[in-house]
């Protein structure tokens, strides 16, 4: 069993007899206190998809439930249910648009190293990527000479999503983003 410090986003962790997913994590210290951190975890009921919000000491034990993780390929949107396909057995998952809307802001057909998360055999979450490549579709004009500085401007990504991105990135340049921490990481390569 883990302790709470060590779980991550996208985590199936059973609490009370029923499975949930970790779907944010904020880390605190307060001042004073002997002792660790605490850290404040958003999850959801993989079963009713009734959203939990507790807190955990660092040195609290926490179980891990069974999941499997599948690779997938996005495949189409049907309605609000977004159906992925296994890429071993083509097994088609559906997830709904509420469950895995931050990941959908970094998704497209051609992302690859996607998983679907299942719990008894059933779809629940997404697991992403580190990186993804996408186009930006509309930024303000890049500056010549701009490579140098640390400025950056809003770019509007082919997904919909917007990130900062430095000043000599222009529209219909393909980046790299980082889909944790929301930020770009890079020029994609040709």
């Known amino acids: 069993m883990p302790k709470a410090s060590e779980i991550k986003k996208n985590a199936a962790i059973e609490l009370d007899g029923k499975t949930y ?13 002997a002792g660790g951190s605490l850290y404040r975890m958003r999850m959801y009921d993989v079963v009713s998809g009734r959203k939990l919000d507790d807190t955990f000491k ?3 034990m926490i179980n891990m439930a069974d999941l499997i993780r599948r690779p997938s390929m996005f495949s189409y949107l049907d309605g609000e249910e977004y159906v992925f396909m296994d890429n071993e057995d083509y097994t088609p998952y559906n997830l709904n648009k509420a469950a895995i809307e931050e990941e959908t802001l970094f998704l497209n057909e051609e992302t690859s190293g996607i998983q679907v998360v299942l719990v008894n055999d059933v779809p629940v979450a997404l ?7 996408l186009e930006v579709i509309e930024t303000d004009p ?13 770019a509007v990504l082919s997904t919909g999503a917007v990130v900062q991105v430095p000043e000599h990135i222009s529209t219909g ?12 990481a890079g020029r994609a390569e040709k």
């Open 21 to 33: 997913i970790v779907k944010d994590i904020e880390r605190s210290v307060p001042q004073g206190r």
């Open 58 to 60: 660092d040195s609290d």
């Open 127 to 133: 697991d992403m990527p580190t990186n993804v490549e």
């Open 142 to 154: 890049s500056i010549k000479g701009a490579s140098a500085t640390s400025r950056t401007k809003p």
């Open 173 to 184: 340049d393909r980046i790299r983003v980082n889909v944790e921490e929301r930020k770009f």
